[in-house]
């Protein structure tokens, strides 16, 4: 009798929430407002806009009026994966893994390949692209197609609303509240390609929300924080093998749905905003990490071979009255940003009012280093045997620490009403080889931003194009993402004594083309054309909000 292995099958409910922790944990797609896409995410020092909730709360102190700002967001993936057994002896048989944290171990077993025999029957070559492993046994990739993200675009909305301090007799304190989303998009790579093992679809929930307060201490300093709480959730699926032969037969395959959210995670940011010279700004904020417990319901679907062992006795998943369900840790990284921006207009006395800024970013992605899992409401019965629960399970990450550098401009024209901008940066990869795969295309990256605005009385109207490029990344032999067969003793002629296999060898390519469109107005505030520049303690704001508006008093 085939065996279903229990502590496999607990493997394979992880393997689903893994995908989704990992993408939820995102990595740099694009900052959230318009404006800061058409500059290339280099918008730090001081955004001028209440935006700033999110990239540096204390330039919110530097704002006037009551000021209401919402962002519309296209955001389209194209995200493709070729898989490529290579030409080692293993293919993409298992490998051995054992990665220790704390008190948890991930252990996969690589050794037991069938030795190499032309004459056996069934006979055993040596690995050959295109198929599993050393027993030349052909697969549905076979033929090397390429799986693509079939998903379509996804719309993402953000708003921001800040409240000068001025109505209350505060005029240096600025409040703010905010709700933002991350420019990140949906995927779907369909139930029948090779890609199910890691990913099947995946659709996102989830947002920032919070509230900030900022204090303008002297003409060049401001501070500010925000607290915000986190919404993360996913409806996602994944498939796992119990395929007696392993060679990834979809009739043994087991689909798995989960569905995990979680409210209220707490988390926040500070900032620092100083102009120590007429025409220079620089800003810094820091966002803190987060971590919470997301949980949800567990379902399954059999394939055809398996449900003939239900059928027959043979085996069985018993659920409390409310169904299974997971609880899988997550862990988000702090973020510490930084930028300088130079104003031609004030720091030179030019006519020209450009405006020109170096930003960085360091996330902290090396607190991801694995991922556990627990399964309750769930056991699972083989045989005349007794139900047994899930023992909790560990999966490896490995993140590293990412880096990016940015570099946008803006040029301000007809009498700063018009306001063209443009931007680029570059961001290192937070995932390594060994763990990549589908859930999380990642790898470094390059990024454009084109964008335009134009200032309509206390109206401000934008409209910017992102686009991101990922480096083409191959993972080869070094790759441990498993698809962990769950037939505890596959049948003589698998291409391994555990029917297990790897799933992420291959080439990974991705691009983001993001459209945003933002609109910023300001109530209780009119134009102010007479204020001469030399007297503003920063720079112009058309295309980003309203430093050049007075209060009317009327």
Request: hydrophobic share 40%.
């Amino acid at each position: 009798m085939q065996q279903i292995s229990l502590q496999s099958l607990l493997t394979m409910f992880f393997l689903t929430v893994f995908a989704t922790q990992s993408h939820a944990a995102g990595m740099f797609v694009s900052e959230v407002s318009t404006h800061a896409k058409s500059r290339g995410g280099a918008l730090i020092a001081n955004p001028r806009a209440p935006s700033a909730a999110w990239l540096n709360p204390a330039a919110l102190a530097l704002l006037k009026g009551t000021q209401l700002q919402l962002h519309l967001n296209a955001v389209g993936l194209n995200s493709s994966f070729k898989r490529n057994c290579g030409t080692a002896t293993r293919g993409c048989g298992p490998a051995n893994v054992k990665r220790t944290y704390g008190d948890s171990t991930f252990i996969q077993d690589g050794e037991g390949r069938s030795p190499i025999d032309e004459n056996a029957d069934p006979p055993s070559y040596p690995a050959q692209e295109g198929y599993l492993g050393q027993l030349n046994h052909p697969s549905d990739f076979s033929d090397g197609h390429t799986v693509t993200n079939q998903n379509p675009w996804m719309a993402v909305p953000t708003m921001f609303a800040s409240f000068s301090g001025a109505y209350f007799n505060v005029p240096n304190l600025t409040l703010a509240v905010s709700f933002s989303a991350s420019s990140s998009n949906n995927s779907n790579y369909g139930v029948d390609e090779y890609t199910r093992y890691t990913l099947v679809k995946k659709d996102l929930i989830g947002g920032y929300y919070g509230m900030s307060a900022a204090y303008q201490l002297t003409s060049w300093l401001a501070i500010g924080g925000s607290f915000q709480g986190q919404t993360l959730g996913t409806n996602q699926s994944v498939t796992i093998s119990a395929d007696p032969l392993g060679i990834e037969n979809p009739d043994a395959d087991v689909l798995v749905d989960v569905d995990i959210i979680k409210h209220g995670i707490p988390t926040g940011n500070v900032g620092l905003w100083l102009s120590p010279y007429k025409g220079v700004e620089l800003g810094f904020s820091y966002q803190h990490g987060a971590e919470a417990e997301l949980s949800g319901p567990v379902k399954v679907s059999l394939g055809p071979d398996l449900q003939d062992l239900v059928d027959n006795g043979l085996l069985a998943l018993e659920e409390d009255e409310g169904g299974g369900m997971a609880y899988a840790s997550m862990v988000q990284p702090a973020m510490a940003r930084g930028g300088l921006l130079i104003n031609t207009a004030q720091l030179f006395n030019m006519p020209l009012d450009i405006d020109v800024e170096l930003a960085g970013v360091y996330e902290m992605w090396s607190v991801l280093t694995h991922l556990p899992l627990r399964i309750e409401g769930l056991a699972m019965q083989a045989g005349s045997g007794d139900p047994e629960p899930f023992d909790p399970i560990v999966m490896p990450k490995d993140y590293q620490d990412a880096y990016s550098i940015r570099l946008g401009t803006e040029w301000r024209l007809l009498q700063k009403t018009l306001a063209l901008s443009a931007g680029a940066f570059y961001e290192s990869s937070a995932i390594p080889n060994e763990t990549l795969s589908v859930d999380t295309i990642d790898g470094d990256k390059y990024g454009t931003g084109l964008g335009v605005a134009y200032q309509l009385g206390n109206v401000n109207l934008e409209l910017a194009y992102q686009g991101i490029f990922f480096d083409e990344r191959v993972v080869g032999d070094e790759s441990i993402v498993h698809n962990v067969n769950v037939m505890e003793k596959p049948q003589i002629g698998a291409i391994h004594e555990n029917g297990s296999t790897r799933v992420a060898m291959g080439t990974y390519n991705a691009t983001y083309h993001i459209v945003s469109v933002g609109i910023t107005g300001v109530f209780g505030a009119a134009p102010q054309s007479t204020t001469p520049l030399s007297s503003q303690t920063v720079s112009p704001a058309v295309g980003t909000g309203f430093d050049n508006v007075t209060i009317d008093k009327e």
